[in-house]
């Protein structure tokens, strides 16, 4: 972000709360603003009427408890989104490696089931998603042009163009919050919060309820936590009626190169690489690469691990 606009950011903050600024958080599209009880965001290259497109849609689905709750005008064309700080901060990346974690993952399977179950949206045929599905897929693949991974993406891209083909009358039940990576889950005393849902109605209305795990799958993969998957695992057989394994382990290839090609594009991230070759993200982002080489494998075979 420019610093002129960056600078007028937190001077609206600061005047909108009344409070000061405790930090600022520079992310790939966007700069986050935290206060003593607020949160608020500002993207970089999203003009004022998509932010209040986009609050208008978070409204609509106040089923997710996510933070947001108001839009704020700032200068520059732009508009700020104030959320509430959940208690404590605490998100459920923090917990992944506490003894009590699949108690906080049987939580989050529990809220998301919840949402399939009360949403009002009518199942699409599983041909329809898997258009969207693929959709993502080449936009990944096209995005990582030149990069260490596109090979992956490539093969992934024609991977699931192969498995997709296949035809299937199987309705999948919609979600509405579309990025349910371990980051963007609060486990709280009293519920499960999931904040960040992704800006889409078209998203909201096709993306399937098993690619909501898909994200936290391919968080605890590469955090090498096998309890995680294994009760994932468990939870996606006992539904199996959804969708095919295979296209699970699609969406989690998916999920995973969207979590690398967004850490590597971060300012922070960037800084890092440039200091330290060999950090902490780095290793993250070669267990990616790892992760997603192992699934592709998988997926590769003639009709992929049965369930």
């Not at 699931?160 to 005393?189: C, E, M, Q, T, Y």
């Not at 294994?230 to 998916?254: G, H, M, Q, T, Y």
Request: charged share 25%.
């Amino acid at each position: 972000m420019a610093d002129d606009l960056r600078s007028a950011f937190e001077e609206h903050v600061t005047a909108l709360s009344g409070d000061h600024v405790e930090r600022l958080v520079d992310r790939s599209a966007s700069v986050l603003a935290f206060t003593g009880d607020r949160v608020f965001k500002m993207f970089t290259h999203e003009p004022l009427e998509r932010t209040r497109r986009r609050h208008g849609w978070l409204t609509r689905y106040g089923d997710l408890e996510c933070r947001y709750h108001v839009v704020e005008l700032a200068s520059a064309n732009r508009a700020v989104l104030a959320m509430e700080r959940l208690p404590g901060e605490k998100c459920l990346l923090e917990l992944l490696t506490d003894s009590s974690v699949l108690a906080h993952v049987d939580r989050v399977i529990a809220r998301v089931t919840h949402l399939q179950s009360t949403s009002n949206a009518a199942p699409l045929p599983a041909e329809l998603v898997g258009v969207e599905l693929m959709e993502n897929v080449e936009k990944q693949a096209l995005l990582l042009r030149g990069d260490a991974l596109a090979a992956l993406a490539e093969r992934l891209l024609a991977v699931g163009r192969r498995l997709l083909s296949k035809p299937s009358n199987a309705g999948w039940p919609p979600v509405a919050h579309g990025d349910l990576h371990a980051a963007n889950i609060f486990v709280l005393p009293e519920r499960v919060a999931l904040i960040d849902p992704v800006f889409s109605e078209r998203r909201a209305r096709s993306a399937p309820g098993f690619t909501e795990l898909a994200s936290l799958y391919a968080d605890a993969l590469a955090l090498g936590l096998t309890d995680v998957t294994e009760r994932i695992n468990r939870d996606f057989a006992s539904r199996s009626r959804v969708a095919p394994w295979p296209v699970f382990l699609l969406s989690v290839c998916l999920k995973a190169l969207v979590r690398y090609r967004v850490a590597k594009d971060a300012p922070d991230t960037r800084t890092a690489l440039a200091d330290r070759p060999d950090d902490e993200w780095c290793s993250s982002a070669r267990k990616v690469a790892d992760l997603v080489e192992v699934l592709l494998a998988e997926l590769g075979a003639a009709d992929g691990p049965r369930r």
